[in-house]
C-alpha cells in the first residue's frame, strides 16, 4: 500500500524539519507531481468492441497498457485516482459483485477511490467487502452513519499518499444525488451532509498532516463542483476530480492572483475510455501551485494493432472473471435478430421489458421503468443471460402501485420514464422539460380522470430514485418479490424453446406534439 496513515507526528516531524531551515538557504526547488484520473469505471474490464469491427474503446487492460506506453506511469512516481462508480456494468463485474475490478485496480496500483453512488448497489455489507480488499482507500468526507459525524468503519474522509517526493493529500466526497441514484435500501443508516462542511472541516486536517497538495475526488457533477471555487481557493484545493455525469470535460476556474489560485476540475469520463492527466509544478515550502499542465485522453484505437500494448496481467483477471461468471451466462435464451436498443425515440430495450412485465403481471394495467437502469445494447443474434444481466445489471424488484390519471402523468414528465401499456403525447421545450398533453391506453382511448390503475414499477423508482413520487402517492403497494429481469428471462426463454426470433416492438411510445 502507498497511502499513509494520517496521525499527527507527521506532522510534527515535517514542521520540525520546516523551522530548523538554515535562515537564508537557498529555496528548495519546486516540486512535479503527475496525477493520472479515471471515474465511473462501471466495471469495464475489457473494452467496448463493435461487432464485426476491428476497433476498441476503453477497458482497464487498454487503460493500463496506455498509462505505462504513453505516459510512463510508475505507481511511485504518480498518484492514481478513481473518481467512483467503480462497478455495476458488464456481466462478469456485476455477477462478482465487484471483485474483479478491486483486483485489477490493486494490480495498477490506485491510490485511493471517492465512494460512488452505484458503489453501493450490491448493498453495505458487498461495499465493505470491496473495502477489506482495496488495497487503496475509499474516501468520503460527507457520508456519515445517520445521526453523527462519524464515516461507516469501511470509509475513510481523507488519507495521504507519495509521489516523486510529494505528500498529496487525497479528500473524497460522494454526490447528494446518492438516495435518488441507488436503491435507497442500500443506504441504510447512512447519511450525506454537506460539500461546504466537509471540506471547512477535513481539508485543514489534511494540511495539518503533511499534504503539499490537495486533491479533491468529488464523486459529484462539474456543475456541483464549480461553484464551490472560492472556497476551494481559500482552502489551497489544486485538482478536483469530478464524476458521476458520464460527460468528459476539462477547465480551470482562476482565480485572479496567478496561477497559485486557480482551481482545476477535470472529470475524466466514464468506462475506462478516457483519462485526465494533470502535471502539478508546486512550492516545495507554501505548496502554492505555481505552474499546472491538464489533458483528457482516450484510451481507444485498433485491436489488431493498438498503439500501446494491453496489460497481460490485467487480461488475465479479466479472463479469470469471465470464467468464474460463464457458466451462469453462457445460456442462450432466444435469438433477436434485430438486437436491443436504448436509442431513443425507439428504446426497443425499455419496450421489451415493460411489455414483458404486463405478461408476467397480466391484472396490471400499465408498466413504468426509468431508462436509466439500462446499461448496454443488446446485439442482433443470439442473445445470452449474460447479456441480459449487463444491460440491467441492477438488482431491483417488481411493485405494483394504484395511481390516479393525475399521478401517471407526473411519472410520464419525469424524462426517465418509458412506459408500458399506453402511449403518452407529449411537448419538450428548450431545456428538454416533458409536458404529458394526454395519455392514451392500448386501444387509443383517453385515461380517464380521476380513475386509479394498476401499474408495475420497479421497487428503486419506488423508493425515489430519480426523484420519483411514488411511494408518496401509494404508501401500500404490492411487493411481488418478482427480479425486475426475470419477466424478460422468462419472455426471452420461452421465445428460444418455441425457436421463434424475437421481434421488440418498435412503434414510439411518446408521440411528440406541439
Known amino acids: 500500500m502507498r497511502w499513509l496513515g494520517c496521525g499527527m507526528a507527521g506532522a510534527a516531524v515535517l514542521a520540525g524539519g520546516l523551522a530548523l531551515a538554515q535562515k537564508g538557504a537557498a529555496p528548495a526547488p519546486p516540486l512535479k507531481v503527475t496525477v493520472l484520473a479515471t471515474t465511473d469505471e462501471h466495471g469495464w474490464l475489457e473494452p467496448l468492441t463493435q461487432k464485426g469491427q476491428d476497433s476498441y474503446q476503453g477497458g482497464m487492460a487498454y487503460l493500463m497498457g496506455q498509462l505505462v506506453g504513453r505516459e510512463g506511469y510508475r505507481p511511485r512516481d504518480a498518484v492514481l485516482l478513481s473518481g467512483g462508480d467503480m462497478w455495476t456494468g458488464p456481466y462478469e463485474d456485476t455477477v462478482l459483485q465487484g471483485r474483479p475490478m478491486v483486483q485489477i485496480m490493486n494490480a495498477m496500483g490506485y491510490d485511493a477511490a471517492s465512494i460512488g453512488n452505484h458503489d453501493f448497489d450490491f448493498g453495505q455489507e458487498a461495499l465493505q467487502k470491496r473495502a477489506h480488499e482495496a488495497g487503496f482507500p475509499l474516501l468520503s468526507a460527507n457520508l456519515f452513519i445517520r445521526g453523527t459525524r462519524s464515516p461507516p468503519p469501511y470509509v475513510r474522509t481523507h488519507t495521504l499518499t507519495e509521489a516523486a517526493g510529494v505528500k498529496v493529500g487525497l479528500v473524497g466526497l460522494t454526490t447528494l444525488e446518492t438516495p435518488y441514484t441507488t436503491d435507497a435500501r442500500n443506504l441504510g443508516g447512512l447519511e450525506l451532509g454537506p460539500y461546504e462542511e466537509a471540506l471547512q472541516r477535513v481539508v485543514p486536517e489534511a494540511r495539518a498532516q503533511g499534504a503539499q497538495v490537495v486533491v479533491l475526488l468529488a464523486h459529484a457533477d462539474l456543475n456541483e463542483m464549480r461553484p464551490l471555487a472560492p472556497l476551494l481557493r481559500r482552502l489551497g484545493v489544486s485538482l478536483v476530480i469530478c464524476g458521476h455525469r458520464h460527460n468528459g470535460k476539462l477547465e480551470t476556474e482562476e482565480g485572479g492572483a496567478g496561477i497559485a489560485d486557480d482551481v482545476v476540475f477535470c472529470n475524466p469520463g466514464p468506462y475506462a475510455r478516457s483519462y485526465c492527466r494533470v502535471d502539478l509544478t508546486v512550492d516545495a515550502q507554501t505548496g502554492a501551485l505555481l505552474a499546472q499542465k491538464s489533458i483528457i485522453e482516450m484510451v481507444a484505437g485498433l485491436r489488431s494493432k493498438p498503439s500501446y500494448a494491453p496489460s497481460e496481467g490485467i487480461l488475465g483477471v479479466a479472463a479469470e472473471a469471465r470464467t468464474q461468471a460463464e457458466t451462469r451466462g453462457a445460456e442462450v435464451l432466444a435469438t433477436i435478430p434485430a438486437g436491443l436498443t436504448r436509442a431513443e425515440p425507439v428504446n426497443t430495450m425499455g419496450y421489451l421489458v415493460v411489455d414483458s412485465w404486463l405478461d408476467a403481471l397480466p391484472y396490471a394495467e400499465f408498466a413504468f421503468t426509468n431508462t436509466g437502469g439500462f446499461r448496454q445494447d443488446v446485439d442482433g443474434g443470439p442473445v445470452r443471460m449474460r447479456d441480459i444481466i449487463g444491460a440491467m445489471p441492477f438488482d431491483n424488484y417488481l411493485m405494483v402501485v394504484s395511481l390516479t390519471t393525475e399521478q401517471i402523468m407526473d411519472v ?39 380513475r386509479k390503475y394498476r401499474c408495475i414499477v420497479n421497487d428503486f423508482m419506488y423508493r425515489g ?20 429481469r426475470e419477466p424478460v428471462v422468462r419472455y426471452l426463454r420461452a421465445a428460444g424453446k418455441a425457436g421463434k426470433p424475437v421481434t421488440v416492438a418498435t412503434s414510439p411510445r411518446l408521440r411528440p406534439v406541439p
Open 412 to 450: 410520464m414528465e419525469n424524462p426517465q420514464t418509458l412506459p408500458g401499456g399506453l402511449t403518452a403525447e407529449v411537448s419538450v421545450d428548450a431545456a428538454g422539460k416533458r409536458a404529458v398533453k394526454r395519455l392514451l391506453d392500448r386501444r387509443g382511448q383517453p385515461l380517464e380522470a380521476g
Open 465 to 484: 430514485g430519480d426523484r420519483y413520487r411514488l411511494k408518496e402517492y401509494d404508501p401500500n403497494p404490492e411487493e411481488t418479490a418478482m427480479h425486475w
